[in-house]
């Protein structure tokens, strides 16, 4: 998380999986704004299971992947939170 409240770079990426944090929205870099949470996914399989993996997330809602990256706006706060690809594959290794 940025300690400013600037929005994170989000590198090029064929897919991006995109998630609203409520838990983190609307207080410290975020105050007044939505968190979103943005993974850059390099397919369409990865970026699907990444999905399963943020819809898994309590604090995470308006999960969706998306083709084209997301532009800044004034009322949102980006995190690049690639690392959830890792997470998102050992979570899924991890379900029945």
């Not at 090029?12 to 870099?29: H, K, T």
């Not at 993996?53 to 980006?78: C, G, T």
Request: net charge negative; with cysteine.
């Amino acid at each position: 998380m940025p300690l400013d409240a600037r929005s994170q770079p989000i590198p090029d990426a064929a897919y991006y999986v995109l998630s609203v944090d409520w838990s983190m929205s609307g207080w410290g870099p975020a105050e007044g704004k939505a968190n979103i949470c943005v993974v850059p996914c390099d397919d369409l399989v990865e970026a699907t299971r990444v999905a399963r993996y943020v819809r898994s997330r309590p604090e995470q809602s308006h999960i969706a992947i998306f083709e084209s990256k997301p532009r800044d706006a004034p009322n949102v706060l980006f995190s690049n939170l690639d690392g959830w690809k890792r997470a998102a594959r050992r979570w899924e290794d991890e379900q029945p």
